[in-house]
């Protein structure tokens, strides 16, 4: 309940394998990952974990499904079984930049400037929740504006980022395939960079994503424009750094004078 939400992994209409292992790994200042959105299902999600899920959201910790998908169809199907099966969800998030599978993911985010892509872990500080995030971290200014105009509730910014690691002794990649997703606080001045210029394109609200291990860091999202906060490869290191990081950005609040953390939104000063 000290937390304004959680987000959950993709799931899919039907089953997902994902990728060969291995599927992460850890880099200096962050990790390389390449799971591929394996995922049981909505079906066997909604019934192995919604009960679970069902009564996080009853203690006032909201649950936002994230919606998987090939095409448009399958994005479709996948989300109408969610509303169907997954009734206590607060909201859903559109995933089309996964960059660790090999049909979709970041192309698919430009064939259809309606949609948009995940919004990581966790949030914190999220009072209010809407029905449907998108992420404009692939596109420009004005194909952001066409997410806003095309019913976004709002957009979430960045998904992980391309890269490789390769292990110099075997001559092969450090994951299975030969790039995957970097994550950590290695993109995290990429992420700050990207949720401003998008809050000055858009008027709907933006989860910051990328690299958060600190209030601090959660601070710079809220100053940069972000009304909410993700948190990922922390919760690696530390099960309950959403809850330690949730503290510091309080303090730092009260300590820049305000009732309201939503006056420090935007607050950055060129």
Known sequence: SQLGAITTKGC?????????????????GGMINSVGLQNPGVAAFARESGPWLEQLSKDGCQVICQVAGHSVEEFVRAL??????????????????CPNIAAGGAAMGF???SLGTKLAEQWINSNNVDVMWGDASAVDNGSRKALEAAGADGLS?????????????TRKSRVAKPKGGLSGPLCHHIAVRMVWEVAQAVDIPINGVGGVMTGEDAAEFILAG???VSVGMANFVDPC????????LEAWAESQGVKDINELVGAFEC
């Open 111 to 113: 064939t259809d400037a």
């Open 80 to 97: 109408e079984m969610y509303v169907e099966l997954c009734p206590w969800a607060a909201g859903y998030e559109i995933n089309v930049s």
């Open 241 to 248: 750094a959403s809850l330690k990081i949730a503290r510091e």
């Open 226 to 228: 972000a009304t909410c």
């Open 12 to 28: 899919a209409a039907e089953p997902w394998p994902g990728n060969p292992a291995p599927r992460m790994a850890e880099i200096p």
């Open 157 to 169: 910014v960045i998904n992980s980022i391309q890269g490789m690691a390769i292990d110099v002794h």
